[in-house]
Structure formats: structure tokens, C-alpha cells
Antibody, heavy 119, light 107 residues
């Protein structure tokens, strides 16, 4: 059974940093591209970052470019999102999700990590 | 970037009703269109991929159609557990943007 288990959310002050982790099991992690999708309170879904299966191609939404870094450690079957210079508008639930080979749907999601940015 | 526009943004319906949600892409995405259901406090769940393919385990009352720029999600006979928010998402390259969502409420 495929599982994505997230950790690392919490309360951080504006300007602070936080790292989210997404530990994968039940799949050959190195074969899959992965996304980070966030959802601000009461709002819709936004893909903020993505990484291909090789780790050599990444995407960042304009809203986080230069502040967030996506990475993966295939030896640990783990995806990361390093978040820096956090702003109140970054406050959201962050989900990791696996990109399917066929047509790129997101069939497996982590449980979500709440990131609260407040002084 | 490709923009996805869903309509309506909210919808009231009754158990047993047939409902349709539409999604339009700002340019052609072939059939690289996915539909998700999200319930409060939960991660989204993939319902339909490739515009019309039913994800394993999803009831057959859910169906999708369309290609190019215009797509629909249809629920043939609403069940109590179907009241949720639905999102379309394209997977025609990066970024894989989502529609703004359609909240389906009980009438």
C-alpha cells in the first residue's frame, strides 16, 4: 500500500523558516515525480512546487520562487520542502502528492501539514 | 501558464439528482484533465484522470468527458457522501494548475 506521511509543519514567525518532509512507502520512490500543493484557509488548491523523478528539474510558483526549495532523497524515500522568508500569505495546509505516470494525475496524497505564519 | 476555470463555483442539489460541473482550459490540453473530490479536513481524492477514465475504486456514478479546452464531470445520482468540493486540474505540462473549485451542497 502506497503511503505518504508528512511531518514538519507548525507555527513560525514572519521571516522564519520551516522544512516539510514527506516520507514515502509502498512504491519505488525514485521512479516518480512529486508535487507540493497548498491550500490556504477556505481557499482552493495551488501547486507551489514540483520535482521530476531524477531530481534535476524543479518548478516553483511565482509566489514562492526564491524562498522555497524542493528536494528529494531517494535513499530515504523522502521529499522535502524547505521554506524560508515565510510570509502570512504562506499560511496553509501543505500536501505532498505523487504524480502518476499515465496522464499525471495525483492519486496519492500525504495527510497535510499545517503551516501557520504569525507573530 | 494554462488557466483552469470551473463553473459553477457552488451548486445546491438533492440526493438522487444528476449534476454536472464544467471546467475550461485557457488553451488546448488534449485529454490531460483530472478531477478531484475534497471533503473538509481531508486531502483531495482523484476521481477521474485523462478526462474520462475512472480511478480505481471510484463509483461508476462519476463520469467525465471532454477534450481540448472543455470538460465536464457528471454525477449521475447524488449520494449523501458526494457533497464535497470538486476541483479540476490539468496535467499538460508544468505547472499543473487547478480550477477554483465547485462546492456541492445539499439543497
Amino acid at each position: 500500500e502506497v503511503q505518504l506521511v508528512q511531518s514538519g509543519g507548525g507555527l513560525v514567525q514572519p521571516g522564519g523558516s520551516l522544512r516539510l518532509s514527506c516520507a514515502a512507502s509502498g512504491l519505488t520512490f525514485r521512479n516518480y515525480a512529486m508535487n507540493w500543493v497548498r491550500q490556504a484557509p477556505g481557499k482552493g488548491l495551488e501547486c507551489v512546487s514540483a520535482i521530476n523523478n531524477n531530481g534535476d528539474s524543479t518548478y516553483y510558483a511565482n509566489s514562492v520562487k526564491g524562498r522555497f526549495t524542493i528536494s528529494r532523497d531517494d535513499s530515504r524515500n523522502t521529499l522535502y520542502l524547505q521554506m524560508g522568508s515565510l510570509r502570512p500569505e504562506d499560511m496553509a495546509v501543505y500536501y505532498c502528492a505523487r504524480v502518476d505516470w499515465n496522464y499525471g494525475g495525483l492519486s496519492y496524497w500525504g495527510q497535510g501539514s499545517l503551516v501557520t505564519v504569525s507573530s | 501558464d494554462i488557466q483552469m476555470t470551473q463553473s459553477p463555483s457552488s451548486l445546491s442539489a438533492s440526493v438522487g439528482d444528476r449534476v454536472t460541473i464544467t471546467c475550461r482550459a485557457s488553451r488546448s490540453i488534449s485529454n490531460y484533465l483530472n478531477w478531484y473530490q475534497q471533503k473538509p479536513g481531508k486531502a483531495p481524492k482523484l476521481l477521474i484522470f485523462a478526462a474520462s477514465s475512472l480511478q480505481s475504486g471510484v463509483p461508476s456514478r462519476f463520469s467525465g468527458s471532454g477534450s481540448g479546452t472543455d470538460f465536464t464531470l457528471t454525477i449521475s445520482s447524488l449520494q449523501p457522501g458526494d457533497f464535497a468540493t470538486y476541483y479540476c486540474q490539468h496535467s499538460y505540462g508544468i505547472p499543473q494548475s487547478f480550477g477554483q473549485g465547485t462546492k456541492l451542497e445539499i439543497k
